[in-house]
């Protein structure tokens, strides 16, 4: 299977370079054969490339679980709340060192909220 992925540098497949042809994987096999090894083969071979497919489904599902898991919902802020504020997008004065500042500063008063955009009104000294 690693061999069947196609290179963002190249564009090409390493199966495909070393063989010069690329290899069919995924395609519907041929089951109307009369020799059972072959028929037993590819079924097997069918199996196994869905239960590949089911299984990263599945991952990706249990993934989105836990991202999604972990999402809060906004805060719901009124006139009078104290809350803290990011200095992440903060223009800092010169000679500070962005790791040495306070992650976040406050408590602030708020002044007004929007809670439809979460924008809050904050004052500031």
Known sequence: M????ISMTMGLAPFKITCSQMLCIGLLLMNDTKFKGVKH???????ILM?????IIEKHIVWMFHTNRKCQVSNKYKPGD???LSTQNL???????R???AKFIGPYTVKEAHNAAP???LELP
């Open 82 to 84: 104290h809350i803290y």
């Open 41 to 47: 083969f590819t079924q097997q071979a069918q199996w």
């Open 119 to 121: 924008t809050v009104m």
């Open 51 to 55: 239960a590949a497919h089911d299984a």
């Open 91 to 97: 223009i800092l004065p010169r000679g500070r060192a």
């Open 99 to 101: 790791n040495l500042v």
């Open 2 to 5: 690693l061999n069947s992925n």
